[in-house]
């Protein structure tokens, strides 16, 4: 099933066509600070992403192995993709919020579990991952 996807302005628009209907959330701080809230993201492979519009698109490094992409015309968060070499590279973990309907998609996954603030929770079963267990599933190892 094909999606629209844009920024909050609309000088982003892209298309995708996720495997899996479900979403992840992550509670780490990078991804709050950069989003304002948990991040909630649906994996798409480079194949299954058409991108209409482009220009506005800004890339962040935010970390040696990642990096995220905004609208440099509103700020929207769009997707964070790892850049690292390995089983991960490529892939797109693409904003749910910039989804133009996002019903259908189940949320099945939160990591930084532990670093969720007390305030908030998400309802419903959901596979929770520490940093730790995160870190040993998905870091690349020491170049
Ligand atoms: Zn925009
Ligand atoms: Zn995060």
């Known amino acids: 099933m094909e999606r629209q996807a844009s920024c909050l302005c609309g000088a982003v628009a892209f298309r995708v066509q996720p495997s899996a209907q479900e979403t992840t959330s992550c509670h780490c701080s990078m991804c709050r600070k950069w989003t304002g809230g948990a991040f909630l993201s649906v994996q798409v492979q480079p194949d299954q992403i058409a991108i209409d519009s482009e220009e506005a698109i800004a890339i962040f490094a935010s970390s040696p192995w990642a990096e995220r992409a905004f609208c440099s015309t509103c700020g929207s968060s769009l997707w964070y993709r790892v850049t690292a070499p390995g089983g991960h590279q490529g892939i797109f973990y693409v904003a749910l919020g ?25 309802s419903g079963e959901t596979t929770k991952m520490t940093e730790a267990e995160v870190m040993s599933q998905f870091s690349e190892p020491p170049q």
Do not use: V
């Not at 989804?99 to 189940?106: P, R, S």
């Open 98 to 122: 910039s989804f133009n309907e996002a019903d259908g998609i189940k949320l099945t996954r939160e990591l930084f579990i532990d670093h969720k603030p007390d305030g908030y929770a998400f």
